[in-house]
Structures are given as C-alpha cells and as structure tokens.
C-alpha cells in the first residue's frame, strides 16, 4: 500500500520569506500527483497537478517539483502573505487503481 | 459554477439513526468517490464509482452503502449511525482519463452522539 507523509506537520514563518513543503511517496510508480489547499472547515482546492512524465508544475508564486525515483515532491511558496496560511495536502494516483493516497498535510501559519 | 455540491454541510445524527449524504456534480465526470477526513488519519477512501451502475469499496467501507444511477449524483447512506463515525465527509470527482485531478466537494461535518 501506498503511504503518502507529510513533514512538518506544522509550519509558522514570516510575512515575505520563501518556503517549501515535502511530501515523500513510498511507491514511486505514481501516475500523477496533486497539491492542494485546505482552509480551516472547508474543502480541498486544487492547486496544481504534476504527472509522472514531469519534473515541475508552476502557477503564480507556486512551484511543485516531483522526482518519482526518490519519492519526493515538493511545493514552492514564494514571498509568502498571511492569506496563504492554510493546510496543505499532497495526493498521489497509483499507476494503477483508482484511489488517491492522501499525506496528513502541513498546517502553514504566515505571520503577519 | 461548476464543481461538486455536498449536502447537508452540518449533520448531528443520534447512534442507530439512518441519513444519507447527497453529492452531485456538474462536470460529466466518469469517476466519483467519498473520502472521510479525520484527525492525524489523513483521507481515507470509502466508496467509489468509475460510472452509472458501477460502484465498489475503498479502505473503510464498512457502514456505509452507495449507489450510482446517473452520472451527477452519487449520495453516501449510513445505515445505523456510530460514534466511530463522527468526521468530515468529503466527494470528489475525476474524469475517468487518469492524468485529470479531483475535484472536491466543500465537505459535510457529521457528528454521532
């Protein structure tokens, strides 16, 4: 089976510094893997997707990395603001099979 | 807007009590699933669906029943309501084409006295 972790469980930084977050897959035949966003008592956003075939996915001040032969991947924040202070999950899809393994994700607090 | 719509979004269910979670989505996806959330535990996958008539069981199905008539919709029942099922109760959907994402549902928190 597919485990998926996520470290630190918590993470807590300045207004302004540049930041990344880890997330280590112990199956390294991955189809695809996805960053998202959880706000405290709401759903999961989507925030990028990055198949197997690709070694990094960019959207605004994000940038998530994945290397499948050491399985890791990691998410990017740059010039972090208060409003990205959230939880962020990582999710692989098994090259086959149709269930998501889901890490228990990183709460980031951006202090103002 | 298009997405995933859950309801109800609060729940409090006495234990032995029956109640079924609706979900449905406007994006002709092929592929829906019920994810529940807990703490420390990460999601783990219950139910899930590859199209209409076809359903099968995830990690934690027991307690629960689905069932998947139309494309859109795809409503989680409890069948006798337990506190071990007090957590956050998520549907996502996918296009069946493996290299889309999920897309989720704004959850449904259920609590089981």
Redesign the interface.
Request: proline content about 0%.
């Given at each position: 089976k597919q485990e998926?972790t996520q470290i630190p469980a918590a993470l807590s930084v300045p207004e302004g510094e540049n930041l990344v977050l880890n997330c280590s897959f112990t199956d390294s035949a991955i189809?695809?893997l996805?960053w998202?966003r959880q706000d405290p008592?709401?759903?999961?956003?989507?925030l990028l997707?990055i198949?197997s075939s690709q070694r990094e996915q960019t959207s605004g001040r994000l940038n998530a990395s994945l290397d499948k032969s050491s399985g890791r991947s990691t998410l990017y924040i740059a010039a972090s603001q208060p409003g990205d202070s959230a939880t962020y999950?990582c999710?692989v899809?098994p090259w086959t099979g149709?269930?998501?393994y889901?890490?228990?994700?990183t709460s980031l607090t951006v202090i103002p | 807007n298009a997405g995933v719509t859950q309801t109800p979004k609060f729940q409090v269910l006495k234990t032995g009590q029956s109640m079924t979670l609706q979900c449905a989505q406007d994006m002709n996806h092929e592929?829906m699933?019920w994810?529940r959330q807990d703490p420390?535990?990460?999601?783990r996958?219950i139910h899930?669906s590859?199209g209409a008539g076809i359903t099968?069981q995830?990690?934690v199905p027991n307690g629960y029943n689905v069932s998947r008539s139309t494309t859109e919709d795809f409503p989680l029942r409890l069948l006798s309501a337990a506190p071990s099922q007090t957590s956050v109760y998520?549907c996502?959907s996918s296009r069946k084409d493996?290299?889309?994402?999920?897309?989720?549902?704004?959850?449904t928190?259920l609590t089981v006295v």
């Open positions: 998926v189809y695809n996805q998202f008592g709401k759903g999961l956003t989507s997707l198949q999950l999710a899809r149709n269930q998501f889901f890490g228990t994700g | 592929y699933s994810y420390g535990m990460g999601l996958l899930y590859v099968d995830g990690e998520f996502a493996r290299g889309h994402g999920y897309t989720f549902g704004s959850g928190r």
